[in-house]
């Protein structure tokens, strides 16, 4: 079974650029998550998608970052002007519902903001 | 802020040995509970849960336990080998204004000793 895609790798960028992450999750999973990794600390989240509806944004900082998950699959993560305070790994999990604890995560993209 | 903790950030133990990891919750109304791996460069993977109702949870080499009357619960480890070497995150499962949302605590880097 392919697990939850993501790209790029890496990315880096200076500050009040514009960058686009994007995942592909698991096949049949109708939950998508975004978390944001900071150096040293545990994953917080930044949206969740059921299908294609957002049932939790409210750690998103809206006045520059979105996201979208069209159709319910793929997903996108904006973040426009990026920050310094932006620099993070940035992980895409998916899950089969919004009752499990178990996410699958992708290996994340590693944004630097110079 | 956060609800869950860990105890200590770093933990070094020979190859073999067992392994205890600690984290401290302070939400009491908290009923799931997870533990995730993550290695380098890799997003955080899923190793087992508990639910509140059950106070212990075996897995293969791993072990929950759940202590409701302090908050704390831990994950023991058996006979320890080098690539079980990452960070672990406890994670609970959030309510209320988190919507069912994972909230994942710091971490502790475990290093294991050849």
């Known amino acids: 079974e392919a697990g939850v895609a993501q790209s790029p790798r890496y990315k880096i960028i200076e500050k009040r650029q514009s960058v686009a992450f994007w995942c592909n999750p698991i096949?049949?999973?109708?939950?998508l998550y975004w978390y944001q990794q900071i150096l040293g600390q545990g994953p917080k989240l930044l949206i969740q998608f059921q299908n294609n509806g957002v049932v939790d944004d409210s750690q998103l900082p809206k006045d520059r970052f979105s996201a979208e998950r069209l159709k319910g699959v793929d997903s996108t993560l904006k973040i426009q002007p990026a920050k310094l305070e932006d620099s993070a790994v940035y992980l895409c999990?998916?899950?089969?519902?919004?009752?499990?604890?178990?996410?699958?995560f992708g290996e994340g993209s590693r944004l630097t903001v110079l | 802020g956060e609800s869950v903790g860990l105890h200590l950030p770093t933990l070094s133990v020979q190859e073999g040995d067992n392994s205890i990891i600690n984290c401290a919750y302070s939400?009491?109304?908290?009923?799931?509970f997870i533990w995730y791996k993550q290695e380098s460069g890799k997003g955080p993977q899923f190793i087992i849960d508990?639910?509140?109702?059950?106070d212990k949870r075996q897995g293969q080499r791993v072990t929950v336990l759940l202590n409701k009357t302090v908050k704390h619960l831990s994950l023991q480890i058996a006979a320890t080998q080098p690539g079980d070497s990452a960070v672990y995150f406890c994670a609970e499962i959030g309510w209320g204004g988190s919507q069912g949302n994972l909230i994942f605590g710091k971490g502790t880097k475990l290093s294991v000793k050849p």
């Open positions: 508990i639910r509140s109702n059950m």
């Open positions: 999990a998916s899950s089969q519902d919004r009752a499990s604890g178990e996410l699958f």
């Open positions: 096949s049949g999973h109708a939950t």
């Open positions: 939400n009491s109304a908290s009923d799931y």
